[in-house]
């Protein structure tokens, strides 16, 4: 075969193989968007970590939808500014608190001013994260991701949960990720001080945040607050930049995997408000649908020692 010939037919195989790429991703983007229609006018809503990515992503859409929306978040210069472009896109009720999940007295601070504030809550997204960062310890000195993932927002919910309550039918959604299936509970080692490893102190917060998920469904059998956990994904956030080859960074965008934070805060958003899940409790989420459990979320056992662990860790009992 001439060359110029091979030369035409790699980039015509090249072309269709893009093609194919991009019409897969158009379907499933498309098979993955909340469908719901819900207005939010006179509903209250917190998002934790929502400046940026997914969290940003979250309280502009239930902002778009009526709802007032405190932006929970670390960073006060970013927030406020966050919630002014949210302000400029939607309504005018999106406020900034903030928000340290790295130090229970900042969590306390802000559930103080909640509860003294506003007069109800009806969604709590509890989405703030960190992701294979270096080993650090939290200002209580818990490993950073045990300590923001899961015990900040552990925290969080519990001291909220009478406003929940009061507030009720009213949601809990929990924004955890598929590698919990890879994690462990180590209760001799918790702060994982003994050995580290940044990707598995991710994925041991996570199955942490799924088995909190679960158990708070049982505390809350009784009452009108519902708890979902969604997995939202791979998506191009700064979380998933920095962990990540530089090459792959350019061609992510053509993978149907690779999700933007629009598309990934959609199950995030479906959980939060769609009708169709109003019965619904204590489940794990993703893509817009009800997925199944790993077994290790589903260990009871773990589950209760946990809740009370997390409980004497952060002051609870």
Known sequence: ?????????????????VICLCLLRCYIIRHRTCPSRADLTGKIAIVTGAN???????????????????????????????????????????????LDLASLKSVQKFSQTIIEQEPRIDILVNNAGVFRCPYMQTE??????????????FLLT???????????????????????????????????ERSYDRTLAYCNSKLALSLFCRELSKHLRDTSVNVYCVN?????????????PVFIRYIQPLFPMFLNAKEGAQSIINCAISEQLAEETG???????????????LNEEVAKRLWEFSERLTGLS
């Open 52 to 98: 940026i990515g997914l969290g940003k992503e979250t309280a502009l859409e239930l902002s778009l939808r009526g709802a007032k929306v405190i932006l929970a978040c670390r960073n006060e210069f970013k927030g406020k500014e966050c919630a002014a472009e949210i302000r400029r896109q939607s309504n005018q009720e999106v406020v900034f608190h903030k």
């Open 283 to 297: 489940f794990y989420y993703s893509g817009c649908r009800r997925k199944e459990w790993h077994d290790k979320a």
């Open 158 to 192: 519990n001291l909220l949960l009478d406003l929940l309550k009061k507030s009720s039918p009213s949601r809990v959604v929990c924004v955890g990720s598929f590698l919990y299936a890879r994690g462990n509970i180590n209760f001799k080692d918790f702060n994982s």
């Open 140 to 153: 209580d000195g818990f490993e950073m991701h045990m300590g923001v993932n899961y015990l900040g927002h």
């Open 232 to 244: 939202p994904g791979i998506v191009r956030t700064n979380l998933l930049q920095h962990s990540v």
């Open 1 to 17: 075969m001439e060359p110029y010939l091979l030369a035409i037919l790699i980039i015509i195989i090249i072309a269709l193989i």
